[in-house]
């Protein structure tokens, strides 16, 4: 039963087919069994989870079940949760218990999904390989010597093994739908301001978004139905109408025109993503999809201003923790700028604090009109270029990643290699737009690849939709790494 | 003081707004609570927690823009200012800095009366930090974040001041201000209302700036004005010494009565400012600044010039019964109930009200005399049953709390007499009583008829009436 998705388990809670607490247990033996060896998560928590669980089965056996209540989830370790460690994966959090739940949290519980543990991620979400984590590298189930991704590793990891039916992640440059990719899973980066940061530990406060990572579409449609929605305690979270994210899904694909972006198709593309991409999009036109060639001129620039902005602004969100209130604080020091020193050199890994030097460099006097400012100009042209995409075209179509999951430490020593892994999902965070990548093939060494879908703002429903009818024809998604049977 | 030399002064004025949460949070703004007892997740700066702005700071923040004849900007911007301190909990500031919320106006000072104009560069709205006690804690530092987001607008003037005095008058018709529109309650022992001041001097005549200290500091107008007088004279002195000035920020030290360094130029922070990500640019519609102008009360400034055209009062009363808006509201509660007389009444309340008040130290919405009680007096004077001094009698009673004037007037016996014939017997007996006064104003001596009134008054027990006492003794004295 571990491998159905999320619908099916849902269907056969509601029927009583299973309980919560079997499916709970079911889950946590999977947890106990393949976790350790992937180290998928950081915390996993029996006694609450089964205590979840066990309330969600009273609210089913009243018959006030909502599609994920029973469903076992597990949060990426960013998202606060009330009583729970919540890490971000930073030896500056390792024993940081939250004393209030992240909006997602609320909602999922609210939903009466059963939170079984916080996943592993890059350390403050920063890394596209989950080699950045104070607790280890993630493992990725296809192949453990490479990586999963990142930052949202420990999220694609656990999905991809069936470790968890569904969880959470954050997106700020790829970090669902790289790790997505690499794992054969299914991962939604929703519309800015349609998931509520309140509670989401910040890296990027303007291109920070929570999303899910599930086997399919429906699943996310479903995952997505219970987060997003206006909070007013985000103030970047916008207030519209809730929406029914499942509502299009099934919505034959006559006539939708599908953008292929020139600059996405060259030769940055390893040959074997670039195959399995093409093939799915020949799938999306055997529906009957239109393709059209468009154009994103400022595509290369996505990168350098993205490596600009972000860490300018991680510099600054960062700053809280300083061993004063909570976090690490060192053992021993001379007077108050030793502390700070020495508590944020001891407290924060080598990437981290990369990203903190540089974004303090491109933020100060001098400099900040060459590199921050001007990359907030080069951030709009960005935007720009999606905006004219979608006046022919419905969804945009490419690749998640440049290339398959690689070995573990292959890229460790080059940062600038590593960032290149986020090339086609970075732009989509910096103009603030939807994004998924659902699994389309397998590629080199036999590890999966993902088909990555951007659609316009708030345009999730079509681009679910399109995700949905693909996988209605494939089964890509429903592949298994060797280890999970 | 070399008098070749001026003092240029420009003053940053930070005002607690009166808001009953915080600018970014929904923490209580009380002051005293016990420390950390009214700082929630938020200005913990908890990791995950995020800032919601506080409208009621911005409405405050459009009312001083609108007061000081500003402009409010449609669209301004939050930035985050960058620097770590213990008490100061995300590692940065919330603060305005490219775009504030209002830019220009002016605040009218008068001088040895003269009026200027002191303009305003930029009002904008910023979160206070909490405070950092170095005391008690057996050489560790406590932290009270129960301060930490308190919604702060500083107004920056021009450096339009030329003298301390100046400075002072700026400060205290700002003070006024803010608490006449509402929008700050100016306690400056709680730190509601502090001021910097940015003080240089150049020869007179010069037009360029010299360079400036920043005063720090300065939480009493006459801190403020000792403050800039011990600044201005430390430069000159500096100067004339073959020295020269460096920018710095300087802390003054009430209790040496000086000023001394803080930190330099070169240990300025780089503050980083960039605009807060987590805020979206703070829109304020016409709509809305219709809305908080229609709210305004009448202001100083406006009532100033009402007093001196409709009710003939003197600028400088004028000025003086508009320095507060309860003291303004209770001359025109006066003048309302009296039917007019404005002048009489204003004589009063500057008079016997004001010293009661300072005596008291309470604003005049927390007289004991209240407007009516004093109308009631000021009627009976008018009306000529008590005269004045008799009057001054029964104001102290009224504020001792023993009743209306009319009940003590009864109750003590101090109507006054106006009958001819009551009057004529008393000077009569004070004739025969005192015939050397009397034999003196005769022999031409103009004192001795002021003693013979003054018998009259005694034996009447104050209540003769004195012009008609006057006139009475005058015809009989021939």
Sequence with gaps: MFELPLADLAARLRDRQVSSEELTRLFLGRIARLGAGLNAFITVDEEKALAAARAADARLARGEGAPLTGIPVAHKDLFCAKGWRTTCGSRMLADFVSPYDAHVVEQFDRAGAVLVGKTNMDEFAMGSSNENSHFGPVRNPWDPARVPGGSSGGSAAAVAARLVPAATGTDTGGSIRQPASHTGTSGIRPTYGAVSRYGMVAFASSLDQGGAFGQGARGLALMLNVMAGFDERDSTSVDRPKEDYTRDLDRPLEGVRVGLPKEYFTADLSPDVAACVSAAVRELERQGARTVEVSLPNQALAVPVYYVIAPAEASSNLSRFDGVRYGHRAANYADLADMYRKSRAEGFGAEVQRRILVGTYVLSHGYYDAYYLQAQRVRRLIARDFTEAFKACDVIAGPAAPSVAFPIGEKSDDPVQMYLEDLYTISVNLAGLPGLSVPCGFGAGGMPVGLQLIGDYFGEARMLNVAHRYQQATDWHRRLPPGAA | ?478
Aim: glycine share 8%; net charge negative.
């Design chain 2, 1 to 478: 003081m070399s008098g070749a030399w001026e003092v240029v002064i420009g003053l940053e004025t930070h005002a607690q707004l009166s808001t009953a949460s915080k600018i970014f949070s929904g923490a209580s703004t009380a002051f005293g609570a016990a420390p950390n007892t009214q700082a929630c997740a938020v200005d913990i700066a908890l990791p995950g927690v995020l800032p919601v702005l506080n409208r009621a700071a911005v409405e405050r923040a459009i009312r001083l823009g609108l007061a000081v004849g500003g402009r409010i900007a449609p669209r301004s911007v939050f930035a985050r200012k960058n620097y770590f301190y213990p008490d100061l909990p995300k590692g940065y500031q919330i603060s305005q800095y490219e775009a504030p919320v209002v830019t220009g106006g002016e605040i009218a000072i008068v001088v040895d009366g003269a009026e200027k104009r002191v303009r305003l560069t930029r009002a904008h709205l910023e979160e206070d930090a909490g405070k950092s006690l170095h005391e008690d804690f057996h050489g560790m530092t406590g932290i009270d974040l129960n301060r930490a987001g308190t919604p702060l607008l500083e107004i920056v003037s021009e450096p339009d001041m030329r003298s301390a005095r100046e400075a002072v008058a700026y400060a205290k018709a700002l003070h006024s201000l803010v608490r006449w529109i509402g929008v700050c309650d100016g306690n400056m022992q709680e730190g509601s209302f502090r001021c910097d001041a940015n003080v240089s001097v150049r020869p007179a005549g010069s037009a360029t700036l010299g360079t400036r200290c920043e005063i720090k500091n300065l939480n009493s107008f006459r801190f403020l004005e000792k403050a800039i007088e011990h600044e201005q004279r430390r430069q000159v002195a500096l100067i004339e010494d073959g020295g020269t000035v460096v920018q710095e920020t300087r802390l003054w030290d009430p209790q040496k009565g000086e000023t001394r360094p803080m930190r330099s130029k070169e240990d300025a922070h780089d503050y980083r400012y960039f605009p807060d990500p987590d805020l979206l640019p703070l829109e304020i519609s016409p709509a809305w600044i219709g809305e908080v102008q229609a709210s305004l009360p009448e202001l100083p400034a406006a009532m100033r010039a009402r007093f001196v055209a409709a009710h003939g009062l003197s600028p400088v009363d004028a000025a003086t019964l508009t320095g507060s808006r309860a003291l303004a509201g209770y001359f025109e509660a006066v003048v309302a109930e009296v039917g007019g007389e404005a002048r009489t009444c204003a004589n009063w309340v500057l008079g016997e009200l004001s010293a009661l008040l300072n005596r008291l130290e309470v604003e005049a919405d927390a007289s004991p005399v209240p407007p009516e009680a004093l109308a009631g007096l000021v009627k009976r004077v008018l009306d000529g049953t008590v005269s004045g001094k008799t009057a001054k009698e029964i104001f102290e009673a009224m504020a001792a709390g023993e009743g209306g004037a009319d009940a003590i007037i009864d109750r003590r016996g101090l109507r006054q007499i106006s009958d001819a014939g009551a009057i004529e017997a008393i000077v009569a007996e004070v004739l025969a009583a005192n015939a050397k006064l009397v034999e003196d104003y005769r022999a031409g001596r103009e004192k001795a008829f002021n003693a013979l009134v003054g018998q009259v008054m005694k034996a009447s027990r104050g209540k003769a009436n004195p012009a008609q006492a006057n006139a009475i003794l005058k015809k009989k004295l021939g």
